[in-house]
């Protein structure tokens, strides 16, 4: 699956980042959103639904 994530609904929480910080980090000028995988599988997948979930500005979802 890939990580798709739309940084102009994020809104720099930080809640991905904790959740799964191998794939998810935060821009250093702005604090949003930055995916460092393309694709992610097995117990990453699992992680990044969760961050989907839990995203507060609603900017993250999962593609096939």
Known sequence: ???IA??????GAGQCVLTEP???D???????????VDEV???QLDHA????HIC?????????
């Open 26 to 36: 935060q821009s250093e000028e702005d604090g949003t959103v930055v995916v460092l």
């Open 49 to 52: 639904r969760e961050a989907v």
């Open 56 to 64: 507060p500005g609603k900017a993250l979802s999962l593609a096939e």
């Open 6 to 11: 739309d940084t102009g609904s994020c809104v």
């Open 41 to 43: 599988e097995g117990v």
């Open 1 to 3: 699956m890939r990580v």
């Open 22 to 24: 191998a794939v998810f």
